[in-house]
């Protein structure tokens, strides 16, 4: 048993077909093929069954995987602790992203990071809250950024920044005539709302106490903010921006942005790790880019906000 076999059959799990799996691995078939019988030779035991399509783990195989899975992460932070010491930095850094977070930040810091670190291999990846944890505890990313404390006793979290939430509404929409947006005069109407799973949604929809809308909005469930953003322009309805994004609004944008009464809802921005993460010069760098890239006044939650 080697190394190298445990990464073959991660692979094979992950992409379930042995052929995207040999590309994934940049072997041939016959060769990741021909590992993995050997270590299915050397145990005693099938870890796929290959009758099924698309191929999947046996039982047993599952088990093997699981734990091939801690081997390979065990066998990275190795690798980690010496780069580490060495202040190394180059190499893959893995970080996943909120999609309510990555168009709007990125791009304030991003370009220059790599400029003035062109050995380090920054890989962003866009995901919701839930992937991005369970892949930081499988090992599949060495940190995220997201918007809300994590409870998994294995991860460990830090505050970037806070973020208000803002209204976006259309000229034609009473809330227009309005210089602040309470919670009372949101209706749910003519709102357009990420789908599930986004916690920029749940947030808001606990804030402004609107569960129903859970419901109401399934014709909507696929759009995006950008969609929902132009929907509003084009004079139909109300949505919500973080504040990031209106630091992107031309003039003609900004007239359609109305902040929220008091308290104002805010999220904070948390950069999640395992507990047992090492590379904390390179985590380090990125946090500090990440603050120098938000306004001051993101830096500390300001009165008058409430985190949701």
């Known amino acids: 048993m080697n190394i190298q076999q445990l990464e ?74 010496v780069k580490e010491e060495e202040q190394s930095l180059s190499g893959t850094f893995r970080l996943a ?84 947006i309470r919670t009372a005069d949101i209706s749910d109407e003519h709102l357009w709302l990420l789908d599930e799973g986004h916690c920029f949604r749940d947030q808001l929809l606990r804030f402004c106490q609107m569960e129903k809308v859970k419901v109401r909005q399934a014709a909507y469930r696929l759009g995006s903010m950008e969609t929902f953003m132009r929907m509003v322009e084009s004079g139909n309805g109300v949505t919500f921006i973080p504040q990031l994004a209106t630091l992107q609004l031309s003039q003609e944008q900004l007239e359609l942005v109305r902040p929220f009464a008091i308290p104002k809802p805010t999220r904070e921005i948390m950069w999640v790790t395992r507990t047992d993460f090492v590379r904390h010069t390179i985590a380090q760098i990125l946090i500090d880019n990440i603050r120098q890239a938000v306004p001051k006044e993101m830096h500390t939650l ?6 949701v």
């Open 8 to 81: 073959y059959i991660l692979a094979v799990d992950q992409f379930r077909h042995f052929a995207k799996a040999a590309e994934h691995c940049h072997v041939t078939q016959p060769t990741l093929s021909m590992m993995i019988q050997k270590l299915e030779d050397e145990l005693g035991v099938k870890l796929f069954d290959r009758t099924a399509q698309p191929v999947k783990p046996t039982p047993a195989g599952t088990k093997v995987i699981e734990q091939a899975r801690v081997v390979l992460y065990q066998t990275s932070l190795i690798k980690d602790i």
């Open 97 to 180: 992203v909120l999609p309510t977070i990555a168009p709007y930040l990125l791009p304030r810091f991003f370009a220059q990071l790599t400029e003035r670190y062109p050995d380090l291999d920054i890989r962003i990846l866009e995901m919701k809250t839930a992937p991005s944890l369970a892949a930081l505890q499988r090992g599949e990313i060495d940190a995220a950024i997201i918007a809300n404390q994590p409870k998994e006793p294995q991860l460990q979290a830090q505050t970037l920044f806070y973020e208000q939430f803002f209204g976006y509404v259309a000229k034609g929409d009473p809330l227009f005539k309005k210089a602040l």
């Open 302 to 307: 300001q009165v008058g906000q409430k985190i």
